[in-house]
């Protein structure tokens, strides 16, 4: 195990300041890709209309993967991703759908820049995050959507992600920075938003078996009719894990409503979900474990394990109210019930830790698009959204699921409101800027009960007052396909748990932590089929606020101030062959740039941030039925801590191997190997006397058919 001395202190990436310079200094090119748009339906449009949709496309910022069917014109449309002008990627159903994944966030690994952070521990296996930000849980900083509805819970984490089976989901948006105006909590270095089936006339089946006695079944339907659509879907999955008491199984319901009348002037419709997960935790090993027996358990661990219930109702409202203002309305309720038994290592107590949380809010946007004759497209939006969540955190100490004492039990109410305005303005053909802002206000109250000799405390919510957070994004287009984009936001971070209170002995406001960040990318197409993306981008916080993950008081702890930049690489490679090459890079660093903790210096890097993260692959079709795909993903090594003591763990590079065979038109086979090297991964952490770890699965097999009817 490589240790740094604490004397010895990191800094700032070399190769990355040798690429920033690059960018800087205009050296760098980057391509947009094609995108082909279809009307209602998924349809192959002529030559014409193909060339057209691609000048309109010429001057956003948006990277995809996969087939590209996305529907034209519609009534029923705010602003979009693609208007943010900022680094936005999109994946769609084909790279989605016949993927064999434990969890819907392992989707991610094939998104440009994203770090996927993987615990193994049952129920709370995992999460997504980009930008210098970690997965760790501490500080969140991606806004999770499902269709729109926030999905993340009061501390940022992404459970509600367990409610999706890949089969259901049509895309994901990830819209990397801080100039999107349009999400405020938890939206600190940018957001993602999983987009599921809606409408359409289908019926589709999967169903796959493979190593560790992994079985998977999901099924879908939509039915569409006289303006009524409807979609549902199920599934379920079950395996026995890599690792030693490591067995689980979830199962997830979702059903789809829509209407819209024949005049098309409003569509209406409500949306369900529902997910219950059962697991055990393999539990965390000592280094010399992890590598002599990865698969293995420890006793202590025998207990541990967890159940957890999901919940999501939303209702939706859109009108076109004339030909140039659109207004529309979300409403939702999430539900969270979460259970769990852990013990971290041998000396620790068992803790069951129990969390309830119910959130309910709306949205609502109107967007306004008059026709200006001095300009050549132009568009304002404003909007306003609120959040009310009750929430409910006790905790025990217990010895095999037998509680021996109280440790925690506090109830607080936290609520967020939000409002914003986003112009599009775009004066001449080959150049768009967009300006807006937003504001949010934070409140809420705080209780705990009384705990032995512990007094109940009742506090209210820092005084955060209005967080204001101007933005601006801007693409110039001198010729066709060339494109610079830049942008510059503001974005904000608050404390979560008991931490966002003034809870005794603390008699001072926390102030919110204000980010800072800009972004300029570079984008060129010099033939029709190659397609790339290259971006710079900083982002600065005054001072980052922590959840203490361990502490009972489930207070939170000051990061500090800190600085982060990186370079993102994205390119796709399609020529007039039966294959297609596309590859992901991202150089970032996280600094330390004045301290908040104790044994901390100035400079240290943000732990469990790697210092690369990169995926890609190439897509071959043999034959007009046989297709194979060979993908990676990987990252690099970080810190453990933030004194930088414990380093060279985190670094990976899995192989992957996908075939399919289209047996008949609506029949087809698969067989996948993830790991196809056996490589030894592992997530790790440091419990300030030595390093833990959870080994990630060795090299595994899947075997499964898809079946689809269109109706």
């Avoid at 006289?226 to 879907?233: C, E, K, L, T, V």
């Avoid at 209780?447 to 601006?472: E, F, H, L, S, V």
């Avoid at 399609?574 to 100035?602: H, M, N, R």
């Avoid at 952490?685 to 009817?709: C, E, M, R």
Wanted: net charge negative.
């Amino acid at each position: 195990m490589k240790k740094c001395s604490q004397e010895k202190q990191p800094r700032s990436n070399p190769h990355l300041n040798a690429v920033s310079a690059l960018i800087l200094s205009g050296l760098a090119m980057s391509v947009l890709p094609t995108t082909i748009y279809a009307k209602d339906k998924v349809e192959e449009k002529t030559e014409e209309e193909k060339q057209k949709s691609k000048a309109k496309a010429a001057d956003n910022s948006v990277f995809e993967l996969g087939a590209v069917t996305v529907t034209g014109d519609n009534k029923f449309s705010a602003l979009a991703s693609k208007d943010i002008l900022t680094s936005v990627d999109v994946m769609y159903a084909d790279k989605i759908e016949d993927q064999n994944v434990q969890n819907s966030y392992e989707l991610f690994h094939r998104m440009p820049g994203v770090q996927i952070t993987q615990f193994n521990q049952g129920t709370t296996s995992g999460k997504l995050s980009f930008r210098g930000f970690n997965g760790e849980g501490n500080i969140n900083a991606v806004k999770l959507l499902i269709d729109g509805i926030p999905s993340n819970t009061n501390d940022g984490n992404m459970p509600f992600i367990d409610t999706l089976f890949p089969l259901d989901i049509d895309s994901i948006e990830v819209v990397r920075g801080t100039n999107d105006p349009r999400y405020g909590l938890h939206a600190i270095a940018g957001s993602a938003n999983i987009l599921t089936q809606t409408g359409g006339n289908y019926a589709k089946l999967r169903s796959s078996y493979g190593s560790f006695d992994s079985h998977d079944v999901q099924a879908g339907a939509g039915y569409e009719k006289n303006g009524f659509s409807q979609n549902y879907s199920v599934g379920y999955r079950s395996s026995e894990g890599y690792r030693d008491h490591s067995d689980s199984d979830k199962k997830s319901f979702s059903g789809k409503w829509f209407y819209t009348p024949e005049s098309e002037k409003f569509r209406v419709g409500l949306s369900a979900r529902w997910n219950e997960s059962n697991a055990q935790e393999a539990g965390y090993l000592t280094f010399a474990d992890s590598r002599a027996n990865p698969t293995m358990t420890n006793a202590y661990n025998a207990t541990d394990g967890g159940h957890r219930q999901i919940g999501q109702v939303s209702g939706h409202f859109d009108v076109a109210l004339s030909d140039d203002l659109f207004w529309s309305t979300k409403s939702y309720v999430n539900t969270f019930d979460d259970e769990r038994f852990v013990k971290f290592s041998a000396g620790a107590s068992q803790q069951e830790r129990q969390v309830e949380e119910v959130q309910y809010g709306g949205i609502t946007s109107m967007t306004y698009r008059p026709k200006i004759a001095w300009l050549d497209d132009f568009s304002l939006e404003g909007g306003f959204d609120i959040q009310q969540q009750d929430n409910k955190s006790p905790r025990y100490r217990t010895l095999n699921r037998v509680r021996t004492e109280q440790t925690r039990d506090q109830v607080f109410d936290f609520q967020v409101l939000g409002g914003y305005m986003q112009a599009k303005i775009q004066p001449y053909k080959w150049l768009r800027i967009t300006p807006g802002f937003r504001a949010d206000q934070v409140d809420g109250s705080f209780y705990q009960r009384a705990i032995g000799t512990t007094p109940a405390i009742n506090a209210t919510i820092n005084d955060y007052g209005t967080i204001w957070q101007p933005k601006i994004g801007a693409v110039l287009t001198p010729i066709e396909g060339y494109s610079l984009y830049g942008n510059w936001g503001r974005t904000f971070q608050v404390a979560v748990g008991a931490g966002s209170y003034l809870v005794p002995p603390r008699v001072n406001s926390l102030a919110p932590s204000i980010n800072d960040g800009w972004e300029i990318g570079f984008k060129l197409e010099p033939t029709p089929w190659l397609n790339s993306r290259i971006a710079y981008w900083q982002q600065s916080a005054t001072s980052e606020w922590g959840r203490d993950l361990n502490n009972p008081n489930n207070d939170s702890i000051n990061v500090g101030a800190t600085d982060r930049q990186g370079v993102d690489v994205e390119v796709r490679y399609t020529p007039d062959l039966p294959f297609e090459v596309w590859a992901a890079y991202s150089l970032q660093e996280a600094i330390i740039k004045t301290p908040g903790a104790v044994g901390v210096k100035a400079g240290n890097k943000v732990d469990h941030v790697p210092d690369y993260i990169f995926s890609g692959g190439v897509d071959y079709r043999v034959t007009p039925l046989f297709k194979a795909s060979l993908w990676t993903t990987g990252q690099g090594n970080y810190y453990l801590d933030q004194a930088n003591t414990q380093s060279g763990f985190g670094e990976y590079a899995l192989l992957n191997l996908n075939l399919g065979y289209q047996v008949t038109k609506q029949v087809e086979v698969q067989f996948q190997t993830k790991n196809l090297t056996d490589t030894y991964w592992e997530y790790a952490w440091y419990d300030g006397s030595q390093t833990l770890h959870s080994p990630g699965d060795g090299i595994a097999f899947y075997g499964a058919v898809n079946v689809k009817y269109d109706l």
